[in-house]
């Protein structure tokens, strides 16, 4: 792996991810939050329906190094669904948004005794038994989603949150001005087909500005990290 910007040179995954704090930014009214995602060359984030077919196993390797940086990893229901989440290392909290709570039970996280799953939810239906600890905070006709982080802030604990989608969560998170920084993977390979962009549904007000805080690039993969100017 290569670092084109800031300083360039040969780098690893775990030699940029060394120095990344993000838990050391955090704000008064809502955790540091971080959003990751992977798109293909003509910007969907997508393949089959799936975005595991987007990324290379560096890709994985980010994936899995960031998820060691952040106290909690935040998903929408929609990619609950499809991706069928496992528990998460050192038994962090899966932080699920849904309006429906029509959830995959059956899932690894939900059947690990030592999975842990945080559900915010505008629906009144209640959680079946399942091994893994499952809390449920509701809210009223949707999720609030300042509402949903200063609770992780302040009733939680949570300093620093990964978002890792998807688009409609994902646009809600940038249209209320909640997220901090982009992780945004691009794989050297185009789709075509119909799928999802990065961000779905909710309208940003205005363009959101952002800085490349790095950008490193391996077999033609390129990983940017991106940041909410200071
Ligand atoms: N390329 C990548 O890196 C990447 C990352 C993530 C996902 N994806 C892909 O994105 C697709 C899924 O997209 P998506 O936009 O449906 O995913 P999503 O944003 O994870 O899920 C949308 C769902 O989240 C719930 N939700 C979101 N905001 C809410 C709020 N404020 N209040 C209540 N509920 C809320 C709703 O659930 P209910 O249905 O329960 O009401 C909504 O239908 C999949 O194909 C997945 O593979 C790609």
């Known amino acids: 792996m290569r670092r084109l910007t800031p300083d360039p040179g ?3 995954v775990d030699e940029q991810l060394d120095g990344y704090r993000p838990w050391e930014e955090t704000r008064e009214e809502r955790p540091f939050l971080a959003t990751n995602f ?3 060359a003509d910007g969907r984030a997508a393949i089959g329906g799936r975005s595991g077919p987007i990324g290379s196993e560096q890709d994985t390797e980010m994936l899995a190094g960031l998820r060691t940086r952040f106290d909690a990893v935040m998903i929408g229901a929609g990619t609950m669904r499809v991706e069928r989440y496992d528990s998460l290392p050192g038994e962090r909290p899966l932080v699920l948004v849904s309006g429906r709570l029509d959830l995959p039970w059956e899932a690894p996280v939900f059947a690990e005794e030592r999975g842990r799953v945080l559900v915010f939810t505008a629906s009144e239906v209640e959680p079946p038994e399942t091994a893994a600890e499952v809390e449920v905070v509701r809210h009223e006709g949707r999720v609030d989603l300042a509402e949903a982080l200063r609770h992780l802030r302040h009733e939680r604990g949570i300093r620093a949150l ?3 989608g998807g688009p409609h969560l994902h646009a809600q ?3 209320e001005g909640l997220a901090d920084e982009l992780f945004l993977t691009t794989a050297p ?3 075509g087909a119909e799928a999802p962009r990065i961000l779905e549904g909710e ?6 500005e952002l800085e490349l805080a790095w950008l490193l690039e391996h077999e033609g993969e390129l990983f940017a990290r991106y ?3 200071g």
Request: net charge positive.
């Open 10 to 12: 040969p780098t690893t």
């Open 38 to 40: 992977a798109v293909t």
């Open 162 to 164: 990964l978002s890792e």
């Open 173 to 175: 998170l940038w249209a």
């Open 189 to 191: 390979k185009l789709t």
């Open 203 to 208: 309208r940003l007000a205005a363009t959101a």
């Open 227 to 229: 940041r909410r100017p």
